[in-house]
C-alpha cells in the first residue's frame, strides 16, 4: 500500500509559480513509477508530467519547457515545479504511483490540490 499526499496548491497570478509536493508513505517508493495529472471543470483528467523509478521524465505538450517533475528517493517524494502559469493550468492536480509486480497492477491516487491561476 501506498498512501500520497500532495501539497502546495493555491492561487496565483499568471505567469507565476508554484511547487506542488507529493509525499509517499509506505514501502519501496523508489520502485515506483510517479506522475501528476490535473482535472480542470467541466473536463477529463489528463496527464501533465510522469517520472519512471529509473529518472526518465515526459511531458504533456501543454507544459513542456514550464513544467519540471522531479523525484527524491531519499524523501519519498515527487515534486512538480510548475512556471509561467497560465489560466488554463487551473485545475486540481492528483498525484499518481504506479507499478507492475508479476503482472499484477498497482495504482495508487493522492487525494488532490487545487491550483488556480488568475488575476
Known amino acids: 500500500q501506498v498512501q500520497l499526499v500532495e501539497s502546495g496548491g493555491g492561487l496565483v497570478q499568471p505567469g507565476g509559480s508554484l511547487r506542488l509536493s507529493c509525499a509517499a508513505s509506505?514501502?519501496?517508493?523508489?520502485?515506483?513509477?510517479m506522475g501528476w495529472y490535473r482535472r480542470a471543470p467541466g473536463k477529463q483528467r489528463e496527464l501533465v508530467a510522469t517520472?519512471?523509478?529509473?529518472?526518465?521524465?515526459m511531458y504533456a505538450d501543454s507544459v513542456k519547457g514550464r513544467f519540471t517533475i522531479s523525484r527524491d528517493n531519499a524523501k519519498n517524494t515527487v515534486y512538480l515545479q510548475m512556471n509561467s502559469l497560465k489560466p488554463e493550468d487551473t485545475a486540481v492536480y492528483y498525484c499518481?504511483?504506479?507499478?507492475?509486480?508479476?503482472?499484477?497492477?498497482?495504482?495508487?491516487w493522492g487525494q488532490g490540490t487545487q491550483v488556480t491561476v488568475s488575476s
Open positions: 509506505g514501502s519501496s517508493f523508489s520502485t515506483y513509477d
Open positions: 499518481n504511483a504506479r507499478k507492475v509486480v508479476r503482472n499484477t497492477g498497482y495504482v495508487y
Open positions: 517520472v519512471s523509478s529509473g529518472g526518465s521524465t
